[in-house]
C-alpha cells in the first residue's frame, strides 16, 4: 500500500498536540495532518487557525482525508466519530478504550462491511505494542493466560506506598502533582480504565468479546495502612492486576482486582508510570512485555506507530475468531482471597467456600479464604460503600 496518509485529527490535548509535532519533524513517516477538529474554537493555539474545525463532518465528508486519528476523551463523541468515519470508508486510528470495550463487536462488524480498518494499540498499555503482539505473535491457540499491570496511574500510587512509606493519600497527590493521576482519579484506582483495556486485550488474545460490566472489578481506593502492613510482613507487594486465564481449554475468566503479587513475580518490581504485561503460553511458558502506560509521549509513540502501520495496508484479522473455537466466559471459577473488614455486616457480604486464615483486631479483622468469582459479582455494587479492601493471591481455577 504505502500510500500518503492524510489525517483528519480530532482532539488536540497533550497527545494530539505532540502528534502534530513529531510529524511535523518526521516527512519519512509519509503522514501530515489537513485538519483538526476541536471543541472551543477561540482557544488559543501555537499553530495557524485554519488548520482548525469544530464540525466533525469537515473531516468526514473530506475526500482527500484517508484516515482519522481519534485522540478525545468522550467516549460517546468518540464512537459516533469513529463509527462515521469507518461508514465513510475511512480507516481509523484511536485511543479511546471505554468507546472500543464497549463496543467491540459492532467496530468488528463495520470493518469487514466497509473494508476501512480501525487500529487502536495505543488503547492498551501506552508505549507497549500488546496489542499487535497478541494478533500477530500469539496467532496460536496456545495462549493460556494475559496478566498485567494495565493502569499506570494506580501502580504509581502504589509504588509511593510501597516503595516511599507513604499512605494512600500521600502517594495519589504526588501522583496527582507528577500529571500520572488525574484529578478525578476514580477510572484509575477503582479499576475501570483497567477492565476496558483488559476486555480489547482478551479479543485479540482469546478471540473472545466480552462486557465490561460483566467482569469483577475491584480497585485500589479502600487500600489502607492495615493492608499495606499485611502485605509487607507477609513480603508481598501489593498490584492492581487485569488478568484473562483461559481454563479447562474452553472457558476463560476475566479479572481486574488488586493482587499480593511475591517477589518471584515478573510484575513485584514494575514502578511508577509502567505498565507490565505476562503472556504465558502452552510450551513457550512465560513471556513478559514492558513499558511506560501513562503519559503523554508513550501514548504517542503507539499512535505514531498505528498511522505508519496502515500507510503500509496493515489492519487486525482478529484470528483467534477466524480460525480457532472462542472459549467461552464463565464467573464459575474460585480464588485464593484477602477480606480485611471492621464489622460483621459488611463480612456476611461474602460467601467464602473456605477459610484458610483468620485474624481480629481492633479495628480491624482479616481472612484469607476461598470463594468464587461468581459470588463476588453481586457484590460489586456494594463495594464502594462497604468498609472493606480485597485482593487475591493466584490464578483463578474451575471450581
Known amino acids: 500500500m504505502d500510500t500518503k496518509q492524510i489525517?483528519?485529527?480530532?482532539?488536540?490535548?497533550?497527545?494530539?498536540?505532540?502528534l502534530y509535532r513529531v510529524l511535523q519533524k518526521s516527512p519519512a513517516t509519509r503522514a501530515e495532518i489537513k485538519k483538526i477538529c476541536i471543541q472551543d474554537i477561540n482557544k488559543p493555539r501555537s499553530i495557524p487557525g485554519e488548520m482548525f474545525c469544530t464540525d466533525y463532518s469537515v473531516i468526514i465528508d473530506d475526500p482527500e482525508i484517508n484516515l482519522v486519528v481519534e485522540l478525545i476523551n468522550d467516549a460517546g463523541e468518540a464512537y459516533k466519530i469513529v463509527k462515521a468515519a469507518l461508514l465513510a470508508g475511512k480507516s481509523v486510528v484511536s485511543g479511546?478504550?471505554?468507546?472500543?470495550?464497549?463496543?467491540?463487536?459492532?467496530?468488528?462488524?463495520?470493518?469487514?462491511?466497509?473494508?476501512?480498518?480501525?487500529?487502536?494499540?495505543?488503547?492498551?498499555?501506552?508505549?507497549?505494542?500488546?496489542?499487535?503482539?497478541?494478533?500477530?505473535?500469539?496467532?496460536?491457540?496456545?495462549?493460556?493466560?494475559?496478566?498485567?499491570?494495565?493502569n499506570g496511574s494506580?501502580?504509581?500510587?502504589?509504588?509511593?506506598?510501597?516503595?516511599?512509606?507513604?499512605?494512600?493519600?500521600?502517594?495519589?497527590?504526588?501522583?496527582?502533582?507528577?500529571?500520572?493521576?488525574?484529578?478525578?482519579?476514580?477510572?484509575?484506582?477503582?479499576?475501570?480504565?483497567?477492565?476496558?483495556?483488559?476486555?480489547?486485550?482478551?479479543?485479540?488474545?482469546?478471540?473472545?468479546?466480552?462486557?465490561?460490566?460483566?467482569?469483577?472489578?475491584?480497585?485500589?481506593?479502600?487500600?489502607?495502612?492495615?493492608?499495606?502492613?499485611?502485605?509487607?510482613?507477609?513480603?508481598?507487594?501489593?498490584?492492581?492486576?487485569?488478568?484473562?486465564?483461559?481454563?479447562?481449554?474452553?472457558?476463560?475468566?476475566?479479572?481486574v482486582m488488586p493482587k499480593l503479587v511475591p517477589p518471584n513475580d515478573y510484575l513485584f518490581n514494575i514502578e511508577n508510570e509502567y505498565n507490565g504485561v505476562v503472556i504465558e503460553g502452552a510450551f513457550y511458558e512465560k513471556q513478559f512485555m514492558f513499558g511506560k502506560g501513562a503519559g503523554g509521549y508513550p501514548t504517542g509513540s503507539s499512535v505514531l506507530s498505528d498511522i505508519t502501520a496502515r500507510m503500509h495496508g496493515y489492519r487486525y484479522e482478529y484470528k483467534k475468531r477466524k480460525y480457532f473455537n472462542i472459549p467461552e466466559l464463565t464467573n464459575e471459577v474460585q480464588i485464593k482471597m484477602y477480606l480485611r473488614y471492621s464489622n460483621l455486616i459488611d463480612f456476611s457480604h461474602f460467601e467464602f467456600d473456605a477459610i484458610d486464615e483468620k485474624y481480629y483486631s481492633?479495628?480491624?479483622?482479616?481472612?484469607?479464604?476461598?470463594?468464587?468469582?461468581?459470588k463476588l459479582l453481586p457484590v460489586m455494587k456494594l463495594l464502594p460503600v462497604l468498609d472493606v479492601f480485597i485482593a487475591f493471591f493466584d490464578k483463578p481455577e474451575i471450581s
Not at 504509581?156 to 493519600?169: V, W
Not at 492495615?226 to 487485569?242: C, L, M, P, S
Not at 481492633?362 to 461468581?374: E, F
Open 7 to 18: 489525517i483528519g485529527l480530532f482532539g488536540f490535548g497533550v497527545v494530539g498536540e505532540g
Open 96 to 150: 479511546n478504550k471505554m468507546m472500543l470495550a464497549t463496543h467491540m463487536e459492532e467496530f468488528i462488524g463495520l470493518q469487514q462491511q466497509t473494508g476501512a480498518s480501525l487500529l487502536y494499540d495505543a488503547s492498551a498499555c501506552g508505549s507497549i505494542p500488546v496489542v499487535r503482539n497478541l494478533e500477530e505473535y500469539y496467532d496460536n491457540d496456545l495462549l493460556l493466560s494475559i496478566t498485567g499491570i494495565l
Open 154 to 255: 494506580s501502580n504509581c500510587i502504589l509504588s509511593g506506598i510501597f516503595n516511599g512509606d507513604e499512605t494512600y493519600e500521600q502517594a495519589l497527590s504526588k501522583a496527582q502533582q507528577l500529571g500520572f493521576a488525574e484529578t478525578d482519579p476514580y477510572l484509575d484506582v477503582s479499576g475501570k480504565d483497567a477492565v476496558n483495556k483488559l476486555v480489547i486485550l482478551a479479543t485479540h488474545g482469546f478471540g473472545a468479546i466480552a462486557k465490561p460490566e460483566e467482569v469483577f472489578v475491584s480497585g485500589i481506593e479502600k487500600l489502607n495502612e492495615f493492608d499495606i502492613r499485611f502485605a509487607k510482613e507477609k513480603g508481598f507487594k501489593i498490584k492492581q492486576i487485569g488478568q484473562a486465564t483461559k481454563l479447562n481449554g474452553n472457558a476463560l475468566n476475566l479479572l
Open 362 to 374: 481492633m479495628p480491624y479483622n482479616y481472612v484469607v479464604g476461598r470463594i468464587k468469582v461468581s
